[in-house]
C-alpha cells in the first residue's frame, strides 16, 4: 500500500465498538512522535466540533498490534485516525439514534479534509542572511506539525548539491531564529537555496525540498571568502563599462 500511495496527508478507517476517535500508537501505550499534531487536533474538535473522546489507541482502547492505523503513520508516515462507531446503540432503550453518532462524526471527518493543509510541517523562510561563518535565517512554520531535521541546500543551476548545512528543527505553528555554520561553504554566481525537511517528525514521513526565495537571500560582504564569483554577464558588462570610459577619457 505504501508504494501505491506515497504522498497523502490523512489517513482514516473506520470500525465498530464504542464511540471513540483513536490515532497511534496502538501497539505502544507512548504518545506519537508528533503528539502537537494529533493533540491540537484533539482540542479543536473537542472544543468546537464534538465531544468524541480522541485518545492513543493503546491508553484510550486497549493494546493492539498489526492495524493499519499504525501502519498508515509508522510505515507511510501519514497522520492516522480510526473512528470507532458505538454499536450498542442499537440495543433497546438508546437514547441517540446512529445516524446522528455518525452525523457527529462526520463533521469530524469533513474538518480533517477541510484542514488538510495544515497537517504538516510548512516551512516559510522569512530571511537569509549569510555571513562569513554563519547563516542566520528567520524560519515561520505554518502547519500543525514539527519538523525536526532539517536543512539548508545550496545547489548550482544544474541542480547539483554543493552544500547543506547541519540539521535543525522547527516546532509546530512555531517562528524560530535558526543559526548555522557555513563551514566549507562556496558561493557561485549561479547558486540556489532550498530548505530540506520532512513533513512530520516520524522518521517514515514524506522528504520536501522547497525553493528559497532570491529576493530575501542577504550576503554579508565582509565574508569575502564567501562572494561568489561573478557570472559571465557581468563579467562582460565590466569589460564594456571599462572600454567606454577610456574611450571617454581618449577623446576629453
Known sequence: MNEV???????????????????????????PSDWELF?????DVNDNISEIPIRNANQGLYPNCGTSRDYGYGVMGFPTFTFETDDEQFLLGTVEALSDRLGEELDVMKYLVQNIWYWRARLVIESFEITEDKIVA???????????????HYSDSNGNLIWHSENFGVNATNQSEIIVGTKNLSLVGDGIWTVHYQKRVIDSSTWVEELIDGSIIMIDSGGKGLLPAPSLFIYLLSLITAAIARKNISID
Open 5 to 31: 500511495v506515497s504522498d497523502a496527508d490523512l489517513y482514516v478507517t473506520m470500525h465498530t465498538g464504542v464511540w471513540i476517535m483513536l490515532y497511534p500508537w496502538g501497539k505502544w501505550p507512548e504518545q
Open 39 to 43: 493533540h491540537h487536533i484533539r482540542d
Open 138 to 152: 528567520d524560519v515561520s512554520n505554518l502547519g500543525h506539525a514539527s519538523t525536526s531535521n532539517a536543512t539548508f
